[in-house]
């Protein structure tokens, strides 16, 4: 079935860490993006991507980085410059800038 | 700049009933609009979306929203409620880039 596979789905950061979360998608979709949700708020849209070897900042983007070397994959690094980086992250692809985004399941990143 | 609001944090609704779910948008821009599901600890789930065409949009699970241009809104409803349909909604907005708004989500409670 194709779909989007984030790994792990928990993951816990030491401080000074750098950790990196995986987003994998089968769908031959050319857009990815990255969210993060926190408790009583809404995603916010960390990086995207419209297409391999090109990505842009989105909202809440310092503390992170990101790699589109493949149209499958799209990498997402929280480095210790993010201080506060206990959330949910969610991964999403779309076909088109007009089509639904879908969704991986999620990786909770927590502080050691 | 471009928003959406989900004015009620929860929704509470017996097995049975009729549930709605609201969601107005900021008027700038054209407003492409989604409906999502979220799962505990799962990814969102894409229920139904307006670009464009008629107001009245039916989607998945026996959802629909309808746009209301003089409102600016964007209500999801569903004629009977199910226990099943308990979950958190959001209504983000969407633009020419495929980056994705979100406000902080409505938790609807179905009670049987």
């Known amino acids: 079935d194709g779909g989007i596979t984030q790994s792990p789905k928990y993951l816990f950061r030491k401080e000074g860490q750098n950790v990196t979360l995986s987003c994998e998608q089968n769908l031959n979709h050319d857009a990815m993006y990255w969210y993060r949700q926190d408790p009583g708020q809404g995603l916010r849209l960390i990086y995207y991507s419209q297409i391999v070897n090109d990505f842009q900042k989105g909202d809440i983007a310092e503390g992170y980085s990101v790699s589109r070397e493949k149209k499958e994959s799209f990498p997402l690094t929280v480095t210790s410059a993010q201080k506060n980086p206990t959330a949910f992250y969610l991964c999403?692809?779309?076909?088109?800038?007009?089509?639904?985004?879908?969704f991986g399941d999620g990786t909770r990143l927590s502080i050691l | 700049a471009q928003s959406v609001a989900q004015p009620e944090d929860q929704v509470n609704v017996a097995e049975g009933n009729p549930l709605t779910v609201k969601c107005t948008y900021s008027?700038?821009?054209?407003?492409?609009l989604f409906w999502y599901v979220q799962y505990p600890n799962r990814g969102l789930q894409f229920l139904l979306k307006?670009?464009?065409?008629?107001?009245l949009v039916k989607g998945s699970y026996g959802f629909e929203a309808e746009f209301n241009k003089s409102q600016t809104s964007f209500h999801l409803k569903k004629p009977s409620a199910l226990v099943s349909d308990s979950a958190l909604y959001f209504c983000?907005?969407?633009?020419?880039?495929?980056?994705?708004?979100f406000g902080q989500g409505t938790t609807l409670q179905v009670k049987p």
């Open positions: 999403a692809s779309s076909r088109d800038w007009n089509q639904p985004q879908h």
């Open positions: 307006y670009i464009t065409g008629d107001n």
């Open positions: 983000p907005r969407g633009g020419n880039t495929g980056k994705l708004i």
């Open positions: 008027v700038s821009g054209n407003p492409y």
